[in-house]
C-alpha cells in the first residue's frame, strides 16, 4: 500500500481563539514578560530622555587672558557671556594645561600679550589660540567652531559700533525650534521598545516554550501552523500596541515632546513595525529553540541593529556606503523616520506611505520565513 499524504489541517477561528487565549493568559501570569513588556519601556524612556543627551551646553573651558588690554578683557567677557560654555579664566596657560590634561576643562583659548597688534592687522594673523582635548571629537570640534563664532560675533560687534548699516541674520529651527535632544530621542527611544517586545520578547517566550516540550505538544495538536503562529503573534501584537499607547503618553505628558500627527497614524505605523518585529522573534524561535541562543540572536540581529544602524542616534548619512546599504535592510530604518515625523512634523504620508510599504513587506517575508521553519519543525 501507497503512504498517502495527511490531509492539511483547516483553519478554525474556535481553535484560533482557544490558542489566542491560552497565550495570553501565559503572558500574564510571567511577571518576566510583564516587566518587559510595560516597566522596561518606562526605564528605557526615561534614560533616554534625562540620562543620554545630545545638547552641548555649559562646556567647560579656560580662557587665558595674557593681555591687559580693554580689547582683550572685552574679548574675554564675550566668552563668559554665552551660555554654552562654563569659563574658567586665568593669567598663564600653565594654570589651565594640567586641568585639560585632568579631564577638567575640554579645552582653552588663549588672549596673547600682542592681542592690540593682532587686531591691528585686520585678519592677517589669528587673533586667538584654540586648544582642544581631541579625545572627544565632537566636542573638540564644538569648542574650536564655537571659540571661533564668538570671536568673529565680538569683531563684528566692534566693526558695527563703526558704521551705520549693519546685516543681522536671524536662524529659524523647524521641528524643534529649541534644538532639545530629547525630543528627537524620545521618539525613536519608542521604536528601541518595541523592537524589544517585538524581536526579543518573541524569541525568549517562544524559545522557552521549545525547551520546556510545551511547543512540541501544541503541534501535535489539530491546530495548523497558521493558527498555532497566529496564537502566538496576537498577543504580543497587542502588547506592543499598549506599550507604544504608553509610551507615546510618557512623551507627550511627560517629556513634553509634541505629537503634531494622529493618534490614528501613530498606531498604523507601529502596527505595520509590529509584523517585522514579531516575524523576526518568531524566525528566531523556531531555528535557535533555546533560549539562551534565542536572546544571542535577538540581541545581534534585532536590538544593536535598530539602535545603530536605524538613524536614532547616529546619521546614516555620516555612515559609510557599504553600511548605509545595510540599512535598508533594517525595519528600524523606517519606523524611527516615521516616529521623527508624526511627533515633531506631523501627518506627512509621502513620508509614511513608503515605511509603510517597507516594513509591511519585511513583515510578510520574515512570518512566511517563521510558518516555513515550523513545519520543517512539525515534520521533522
Not at 518587559?36 to 519601556?41: E, M, Q, S
Not at 546599504?325 to 509614511?352: C, E
Amino acid at each position: 500500500m501507497s503512504a498517502t499524504a495527511p490531509a492539511p489541517r483547516r483553519f478554525e477561528p474556535d481553535r484560533l481563539l482557544a490558542l489566542v487565549k491560552k497565550e495570553s493568559l501565559q503572558a500574564l501570569r510571567d511577571p518576566s514578560t510583564l516587566l518587559i513588556a510595560f516597566v522596561l519601556p518606562v526605564v528605557l524612556l526615561f534614560l533616554f530622555a534625562y540620562a543620554v543627551s545630545l545638547d552641548i551646553r555649559k562646556v567647560r573651558i579656560g580662557v587665558v587672558v595674557e593681555s591687559p588690554t580693554a580689547s582683550a578683557q572685552a574679548l574675554a567677557a564675550a566668552f563668559a557671556a554665552t551660555r554654552y560654555l562654563d569659563v574658567t579664566f586665568a593669567h598663564d596657560r600653565r594654570e589651565v594645561a594640567g586641568q585639560l590634561v585632568s579631564g577638567r576643562l575640554r579645552g582653552y583659548v588663549v588672549i596673547p600679550q600682542d592681542f592690540e597688534r593682532r587686531l591691528a592687522l585686520q585678519g592677517r594673523e589669528p587673533l586667538v589660540q584654540v586648544i582642544t582635548d581631541g579625545s572627544l571629537p565632537n566636542t573638540a570640534s564644538f569648542v574650536a567652531h564655537y571659540a571661533q563664532g564668538v570671536v568673529q560675533a565680538w569683531r563684528a560687534g566692534l566693526a558695527g559700533a563703526a558704521s551705520a548699516a549693519r546685516i543681522e541674520l536671524e536662524p529659524r529651527y523647524w521641528f524643534n525650534a529649541e534644538l532639545e535632544s530629547k525630543r528627537a530621542l524620545v521618539p525613536g527611544a519608542i521604536a528601541i521598545v518595541m523592537t524589544i517586545i517585538g524581536t526579543m520578547l518573541t524569541a525568549l517566550v517562544v524559545a522557552r516554550e521549545w525547551e520546556r516540550g510545551t511547543m512540541e505538544a501544541v503541534l501535535s495538536t489539530p491546530a495548523s501552523v497558521v493558527e498555532i503562529l497566529l496564537g502566538k503573534l496576537l498577543p504580543y501584537f497587542a502588547l506592543g500596541m499598549l506599550s507604544t499607547l504608553g509610551a507615546a503618553a510618557l512623551a507627550v505628558l511627560v517629556f513634553d515632546v509634541p505629537l503634531r500627527g494622529s493618534l490614528a497614524a501613530l498606531l498604523l505605523l507601529s502596527a505595520a513595525f509590529m509584523l517585522p518585529a514579531l516575524g523576526q522573534g518568531l524566525l528566531i524561535s523556531a531555528l535557535a529553540r533555546n533560549q539562551f541562543l534565542a536572546a544571542q540572536i535577538a540581541l545581534f540581529s534585532g536590538f544593536l541593529p535598530a539602535f545603530m544602524l536605524s538613524g536614532f542616534l547616529f546619521e546614516i548619512d555620516a555612515m559609510p556606503q557599504a553600511i548605509q546599504a545595510i540599512t535598508w535592510l533594517i525595519p528600524a530604518r523606517y519606523f524611527v523616520a516615521s516616529l521623527k515625523t508624526v511627533f515633531l512634523a506631523g501627518d506627512v504620508w509621502a513620508v509614511f506611505l513608503p515605511n509603510l510599504l517597507a516594513m509591511t513587506a519585511m513583515g510578510i517575508a520574515l512570518l512566511l520565513l517563521a510558518r516555513r521553519s515550523t513545519r520543517k519543525n512539525l515534520q521533522a
